[in-house]
């Protein structure tokens, strides 16, 4: 009978961490060839890590253009290797010439970061200033050429926690954030450091990991609640979470799909069950080609390189890694209790 239940508790433990993976389409197979384009970097080391990273370049020979620069974070289980956070998500598509022109330089750099997930750790705070060094790097190496009034940051999942983690430590930094379905829920005292920051979030109701009522929802109006732009804040809600031709993702969890199109379906019309609100709580409606990328750009700071020291206003004893999905422990402990009751019914 136990080794009957373990290999129904190790069953389950699969089925829980395969419902996880991301199972990702592509639209086209332009996709590979756009991910060929990125070229490979890797950050200093501070203290135990780096960060190496995949990026994007608009820049042309004899270009004097200064670009905007989009950091993009992945989730857990999505950086287990160099080059893996670039095929685990469509974000490569901000590098087509559609998506490029829609920045307001017509362009930008597209830096996709990894944690050092090989060694166990997933956009802690030990991978902090590991990034913001990564970060630093890339404008140093193309200093002519990025904007730094124009730096956004997004992720997805535990990729949307370090979002929320670098703006609030690095505000100064960064002109807008937008963190999907992130798996902390920061308190109201940190989030002041945010409350001159446009923030957009996005999440699913559906959500299995991070609980759209009890983690996103308050984050919200945590962040609207010391905000001083809250008519440039967004929230965008889904239901059923789709990719952009209308097919399914193999999670509710997966609404960076639909960012990776620009909040566009394949058919630039609106995205499939999403509904936006700004911070005063009035209906935005996303009029085709203005998505994300538009309401990024139209936003700048006055970050002018100046270093920062270490983890900026993340400080010792902050609560930044105790996020519970909750959705994911319900679900967890459904499937098993399931488990365990179809043991019992089919016999000992």
Known sequence: MFKRILSALIATVLIFSCATA????????????LRAQFSHGEGPVVGKYSVD???????????????????????LGDGGKEGAPLQKSDIAYWASDEFQSRFDAKGAFVMIARSREELG?????DM??????????????????????????????????????????????????????????????????LKDMPVWILSSTRDPLVNYYFAVTPTWEKLIGVSNVPESCRFSTFNRVCFPNGKKTSSNHHVWFAVNYDLFTTENGAYYNMSTVNGKGEEVTLNYPD?????????????????????????????????????????????????IKSVFKNGI
């Open 22 to 33: 991301v199972s990702a389409i592509s639209l086209d197979e332009g996709i590979q060839d």
């Open 53 to 75: 990273y995949r990026y994007f370049s608009p820049v042309k020979d004899g270009d004097s253009t200064k670009y905007p620069l989009v950091i993009w974070l992945h989730g």
């Open 121 to 125: 750790v997933c956009w802690s705070n």
């Open 128 to 193: 902090i200033e590991p990034l913001y060094g990564a970060i630093t790097e890339l404008i140093s190496i193309y200093k002519k050429n990025i904007d730094l009034s124009r730096i956004y940051i997004g992720g997805y999942s535990m990729g949307g926690k370090m979002t929320l983690k670098m703006a609030i430590a690095y505000p100064e930094m960064f002109a807008a954030a937008f963190p999907m379905c992130p798996a902390w829920s920061p308190s109201s005292e940190l989030l002041e450091n």
């Open 291 to 339: 998505g994300m990328i538009s309401w990024l750009t139209s936003h700048t700071s006055d970050f002018d390189g100046t270093a920062i020291e270490g983890t900026g206003n993340i400080k010792d004893g902050d609560q930044t890694d105790n996020m519970i999905a909750l959705d994911g422990v319900r679900e967890f402990f459904r499937h098993l209790i399931n488990a």
